[in-house]
């Protein structure tokens, strides 16, 4: 009984070892880790430093490798999914889909309240409107937005109270490797960061 509980203790032991040294490997690395996983993903990069992965999970479905990750960098959260072996026609519907949803969010929108006496319907100030960028080449297709989000990371607010993070949704496809990236990166909202022109298929 007593060889029992101590080889107990020892394995508790080197199981709460074990945790240890994987969460301080994982800690100090995860930077690392996400920009060599860039790479792996044939995708140019210059602002992985300094990031911490929190999460990630993978799926297939239909023969499509999906991978999500959520990281911070500095004061910037990160959400990532990848979709590998995503066929062309298939990613630019999907840019196109996703842009259209984006754009949706900022159609004028019946007040159910306050109705205005002159349209009935709520119009978003073009302030809080999103701004895009887009690049068409041979090598990949990118759809940027820089937009307003709520506390809760929603995007598509058009109220000064309402605003807390300003956000980077970035669509992006590379043609000779068949990957498409969607980045969403939420930063203070009195930043300017650019992060769609750190990105480039290889």
């Known amino acids: 009984m007593k060889n029992s509980t101590k080889y107990l203790s020892i394995i508790v032991s080197l199981v709460v070892i ?3 040294i994987t969460k301080w490997f994982y800690k100090e690395n995860s930077s690392t880790i996400f920009s060599k996983q860039l790479v792996f993903w044939d995708l140019e990069n210059s602002f992985a430093e300094n990031i911490k992965i929190s999460n990630a999970y993978r799926q297939n479905i239909n023969g499509i490798v999906i991978d999500e990750l959520t990281a ?12 590998n072996n995503f066929p062309v026609n298939k990613a ?27 349209t009935g319907k709520i119009i978003c100030q073009n302030k809080y409107k999103p701004i895009i960028n887009e690049v068409h080449n041979k090598k990949m297709d990118l759809i ?25 949704i970035i ?24 992060f769609y022109d750190k990105l480039a298929c290889r």
Do not use: W
């Open 18 to 20: 074990i945790f240890i």
């Open 72 to 83: 911070t960098c500095n004061n910037n959260k990160i959400d990532l999914t990848y979709f």
């Open 92 to 118: 630019l519907q999907y840019l196109e889909d996703r842009k259209v949803q984006i754009l949706s969010l900022f159609d004028p929108k019946i007040d159910p309240y306050f109705q205005s006496a002159s």
């Open 144 to 168: 940027s937005f820089f937009i307003y989000a709520n506390d809760r990371y929603g995007i598509g607010v058009c109220a000064d109270d309402l605003v807390k993070y300003r956000a980077e």
């Open 171 to 194: 669509l992006m496809y590379c043609h000779d490797r068949e990957k498409l990236f969607h980045f969403k990166i939420f930063s203070s909202s009195t930043e300017n960061n650019k």
